[in-house]
């Protein structure tokens, strides 16, 4: 993939150059290392790949089909994964619905048609930030079980959760020393449960 290498002042000015170097704002980029703040700022800048273009058409459609409009903003995310925000403002709520439901069956939508068109993307799909929101929601409320089983010394239940946001609450705190995690349940109402590692301790010990 080809790539230039802008600089300017600061971060924002060499984004703006590269902006009106290449007269589109649909590019991907990447700091480059600054060896001394007296130096200008540089950035390395790719052209946006044709998967990202493919992947704006479709959801475009998609989106036109419902008479609605919205920006998108592309996360690589690795492995041909990537993050696909969408704002509508004034549907955002609609793409949403209830509990995420609406917005968990649009990304699999979307999924099935990239398979289809062979567009080489896997995505998770977000409105308005709705995932991330929800994401640091259960991390906090996860992460202030951990410190009430850590004082109690009682295990405690999480609420069900998607298997994606699932992985990355358990991932956060099996972190932790002082605690164990693991998962119980079945279906949908797979859920963690957030025990104390001392526990095992008392066990082996009788």
Do not use: C
């Not at 493919?54 to 475009?60: D, H, Q, W």
């Not at 010394?153 to 605690?179: A, Y």
């Amino acid at each position: 993939m080809e790539y230039i290498d802008v600089e300017g002042t600061t971060q924002e000015e060499a984004l703006r150059r590269a902006r009106d170097k290449l007269g589109t704002s649909d590019f991907r980029w990447e700091p480059v290392s600054r060896p001394h703040p007296s130096l200008p700022a540089r950035i390395r800048v790719w052209l946006e790949p044709k998967e990202v273009k493919e992947a704006k058409e479709v959801i475009g459609t998609i989106l036109r089909l419902m008479g609605a409009k919205g920006e998108l903003e592309f996360t690589f995310l690795g492995r041909r994964r990537w993050r696909i925000n969408i704002n509508t403002r004034s549907w955002d709520s609609v793409l949403i619905g209830k509990g995420g439901e609406t917005l968990e069956a649009l990304q699999h939508i979307v999924n099935l048609i990239f398979r289809r068109k062979k567009i080489r993307m896997d995505v998770e799909l977000d409105v308005a930030g709705y995932k991330e929101r929800q994401l640091t929601l259960a991390l906090n409320k996860a992460l202030a079980v951990a410190v009430r089983v850590k004082e109690t010394g009682k295990e405690m239940t999480l609420d069900p959760m998607p298997p994606d946001k699932r992985r990355l609450v358990r991932d956060v705190l099996r972190r932790d020393p002082e605690i164990r995690v693991y998962t119980a349940g079945r279906g949908p109402e797979i859920y963690l449960v957030v025990a104390p590692r001392k526990r095992e301790k008392e066990e082996g010990a009788g």
